[in-house]
């Protein structure tokens, strides 16, 4: 079966830990998607933040998507080899006069900003130029009031108004690193993705990537965004809590767990391998079936707090 030439997928994971069972239900959504469309499928580490990045995570990620069946097209490709590509979208945001350096700490912003759904929206103070002398700075795009309407495959049509919703925000923190808005913005045009399936927590994000690739005339991608994994006290799985890794060594349950977590059936004979899973996940594969689930407040992205 020849891939399809109009759906390119991606899976994207952080090298902060292992594998863990959210990061496998997605991984499955976007994998299964991919194939069940005739798609090519590719991985991504996004290590760009290098200060969270942990020592041996990639390579550990990339074995237990191996150990669980997981197919990618092509080579694997690391957000930390490609800061020149930020680099230049980053200047191309000031040459068109949207970016500017910004001096506020975190505490600046908590004092004169009002509360958003992500956290602190960010009041502006830097937007008529930062305080002479000030380091280290961050640089900020500018947003505006206009509605930004993503359609979702899951969760339907909405819009955001980005200034009102979370303000101004971060492309580059004051340390240096690209921030994730503007990076996955890049790579996702850089690798011609046309699809992606990804965790709910980032659905609030995908208005400022909208806005990013009209402003870097890129094309957006169509979205879909699948129901996150939550522990005890309603937060989303972290790999650096290093709780609930899954075991590469019993592939099989896992993946029929994330199944059902999908909101996919099973025939009333379960497949008795991880292969026969496959066969039949592509062959079944029912975006309509996956709930429409946000995570509450409080358990979104660390994509978020760079706002």
Same mark, same amino acid.
Request: a neutral charge; proline letters at 7%; charged letters at 20%.
């Given at each position: 079966?020849?891939?399809?030439?109009? =759906?390119?997928?991606?899976?994207?994971?952080? !090298?902060?830990?292992?594998?863990?069972? *959210?990061?496998?239900v997605? $991984? %499955?959504?976007?994998?299964?998607? $991919?194939?069940?469309?005739?798609?090519?499928?590719? &991985?991504r580490?996004?290590?760009?933040d290098?200060?969270?990045?942990?020592?041996?995570?990639?390579?550990?990620i990339?074995?237990?998507?191996?150990?669980?069946?997981?197919?990618?097209?092509?080579?694997?490709?690391?957000?930390?080899?490609?800061?020149?590509? =930020?680099?230049?979208?980053?200047?191309? %945001? +000031?040459?068109?006069? @949207?970016?500017?350096?910004? $001096?506020?700490?975190?505490?600046?912003?908590?004092?004169?900003?009002?509360?958003? &759904?992500?956290?602190?929206? =960010?009041?502006?103070?830097?937007?008529?130029?930062?305080?002479?002398?000030?380091?280290? #700075?961050?640089?900020?795009?500018?947003?505006?009031? #206009?509605?930004?309407?993503?359609?979702?495959?899951v969760?339907?049509?909405?819009? /955001?108004r980005?200034?009102?919703?979370? *303000?101004?925000?971060?492309?580059?923190?004051?340390?240096?690193?690209?921030?994730?808005?503007?990076?996955?913005?890049?790579?996702?045009?850089?690798?011609?993705?046309t699809?992606?399936? +990804?965790?709910?927590?980032?659905?609030?994000?995908?208005?400022? /990537?909208?806005?990013? #690739?009209?402003?870097?005339?890129?094309?957006?991608?169509? =979205?879909a965004?699948?129901? @996150?994994?939550?522990?005890a006290?309603?937060?989303?799985?972290?790999?650096?809590?290093?709780?609930? !890794? &899954?075991?590469?060594?019993d592939? %099989? +349950?896992?993946?029929?767990?994330?199944?059902?977590?999908l909101?996919?059936?099973?025939?009333?004979? #379960?497949p008795?391998? !991880?292969?026969?899973?496959?066969?039949?996940?592509?062959?079944?594969?029912?975006?309509?079936? @996956?709930?429409?689930?946000?995570?509450?407040?409080?358990?979104?992205?660390?994509?978020?707090?760079?706002?």
């Open positions: 079966m020849a891939p399809s030439p109009s =759906y390119r997928g991606r899976f994207a994971p952080s !090298p902060t830990g292992p594998l863990h069972f *959210g990061s496998l997605a $991984a %499955l959504a976007s994998c299964v998607d $991919a194939r069940a469309n005739r798609g090519e499928w590719l &991985v580490i996004e290590d760009v290098q200060a969270r990045a942990v020592a041996g995570a990639a390579d550990d990339l074995r237990t998507l191996e150990a669980f069946g997981f197919e990618w097209s092509g080579g694997i490709a690391y957000q930390s080899h490609r800061t020149d590509r =930020y680099r230049d979208a980053l200047d191309r %945001l +000031r040459r068109l006069g @949207v970016a500017y350096d910004c $001096a506020c700490s975190r505490r600046d912003i908590a004092v004169a900003a009002r509360r958003g &759904v992500e956290g602190p929206i =960010y009041p502006g103070q830097c937007r008529q130029g930062a305080p002479l002398r000030a380091t280290p #700075q961050a640089v900020r795009v500018q947003t505006h009031d #206009q509605p930004i309407t993503v359609t979702d495959a969760f339907g049509t909405h819009s /955001q980005l200034e009102s919703a979370v *303000g101004d925000f971060v492309v580059r923190r004051a340390d240096g690193y690209f921030a994730y808005q503007l990076a996955v913005v890049v790579d996702d045009a850089d690798q011609a993705i699809h992606v399936v +990804r965790g709910a927590d980032l659905l609030w994000s995908t208005a400022r /990537q909208v806005y990013l #690739q009209a402003l870097l005339e890129l094309p957006t991608p169509r =979205y965004h699948v129901p @996150v994994v939550l522990d006290a309603g937060r989303k799985l972290s790999k650096r809590d290093l709780a609930h !890794p &899954v075991d590469p060594r592939p %099989l +349950r896992a993946l029929l767990a994330a199944w059902g977590f909101g996919q059936t099973l025939e009333s004979e #379960q008795a391998s !991880p292969a026969e899973l496959w066969a039949f996940a592509i062959e079944r594969w029912d975006l309509a079936r @996956v709930p429409a689930l946000a995570p509450p407040v409080g358990a979104v992205s660390g994509a978020a707090e760079e706002s």
